[in-house]
């Protein structure tokens, strides 16, 4: 089928990304036999252009995939609702066809059905997309029944969606540079760092997190070996910069170290970053990281209260994170740390405590969030609710956060006083 896919987010926070996943379904559906066409609305250029670019009147799709990245920003005090510029591009691609319109991507995948209903598309497809939007495609040009396509949702429907369909890694395709997708290796004068996947799914059950929604709760790894040897093209195609967006980059710890180990065999002059969970890092693993060109980590302990990281449910203590954290700083790699406070259980004593104890880390930048983005289906939601802050039936689309009481009317003062001096600190 003629299949036009757009990556709808615009968002330059952190740093302006590459749609890696919205790639991966690309190249899924372009094996498949199917005719693709990319659209990666973060070149900036107005959605208006798409036709002027040929994407409808010289292409003429007969379906539309939107990516859905990001929900809002999670920032508590002024949250951006980010869907907004979403809609206007479903409703644009509706006044030019009426061929139907898909969803997926990380965001969409937190809040399917919500997500849906807001941005008035067909369809969503929740979850990796290789697998299902290919059975999709095949299925509408066909023109058979959907319904039953796992992780699927229709417009309007109030069917449960049947879920399931998790693929091995390895049987799925990883995009090449100068692809249907042109990675540009830059973004103006910013070197981009490439999001590089090589593990799905998180077991770890954090109280907030949303990661489960996305990615499913079990690792599932493609063999390092197939990861390196396209990391490899990216090199070749000029890239130096890579991200590891892996939710754990150290875990399993024996895949993360021989990972490093198919790196180093390479010898390539490349600087990556990737996220750590201060757990089950030993010296041996941190200094293959350096050797195979890890340059910067981020580390989200979150908290320095042994109370308030049992009750995240962290698997580690603070004591973990001060022997990660030197480790790291012995062989040069740049910490970024995390503290993510006001969730259930904390009072001024605990968050003045993770502040001795982040200062006393002397880690290179730390980033200071307060009050919890609530997401469906997390532990943290589930108290909310018990506690009155949210209904039942609230679906969360637009953000919402969880504040301890205690801190109301107190933190945000304190964090600002707290982070005065220190130029490498940020809220
Ligand atoms: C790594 C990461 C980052 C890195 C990115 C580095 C880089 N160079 O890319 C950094 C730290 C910079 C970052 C920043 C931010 N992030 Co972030 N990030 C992630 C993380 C952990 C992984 C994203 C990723 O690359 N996945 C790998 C790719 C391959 O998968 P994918 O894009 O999801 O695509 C798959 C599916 O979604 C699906 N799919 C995708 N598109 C489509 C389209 C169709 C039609 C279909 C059918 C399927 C489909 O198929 C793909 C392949 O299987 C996710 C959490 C997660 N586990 O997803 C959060 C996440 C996406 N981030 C999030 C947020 C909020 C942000 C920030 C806004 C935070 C901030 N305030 O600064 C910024 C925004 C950045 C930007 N400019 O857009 C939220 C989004 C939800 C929300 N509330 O909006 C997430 C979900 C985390 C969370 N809190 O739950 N992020």
Known sequence: MRTLLISANTEQLQMPVLPMGLACVAAAAERAGHEVRFLNLMSGEDFEKIDREGAFTGFD?????????????????A???????????????????SVP?????????IFPRSALAFLGADMGLKGEGEAAFVMLLDRLSRKEDVSDIPNLLLAGSRAGVRTGGFQKLDDLPIPVPNGLFPFPTRFGAQKIRLPFQTRRGCPMRCSYCSTAAIEGPILRKRSPEMAVDSICRFVEAGFSHFFFVD????????????????LCARKLAIEWSCILYPWLIDEGLVESMARAGCVEVSLGFESGSEKILRSMNKRFQPADVRAVSTLLHKYGIKRM?????????ETRQTVEESFEFAASLELE????????????????????????IISPADDLLRPTFYLARPLEGWIDQTVSGWLQ???????
């Open 365 to 388: 930048a730390m980033k200071v969030t307060t009050g919890i983005r609530i997401y469906p289906h997390t532990a943290l939601a589930a108290a909310a609710v018990q506690e009155g």
């Open 61 to 77: 799709p007969q379906v539309i995939g939107i990516s859905v990245r990001n929900i809002d920003d999670q920032h508590r005090n």
């Open 337 to 345: 740390g995390f503290l993510l406070l006001g969730g259930p259980g």
């Open 421 to 427: 001096g220190k130029p490498n600190w940020h809220s």
């Open 79 to 97: 949250p951006k609702f980010l869907l907004e510029p979403v809609k206007r591009v479903v409703d644009a691609c509706r006044a030019l066809t």
């Open 247 to 262: 939710n754990t980059f150290n875990f399993p710890p024996s895949y993360a170290r021989k990972l490093c180990d198919c």
């Open 101 to 109: 319109i898909v969803l997926g991507g990380a965001g969409y995948s």
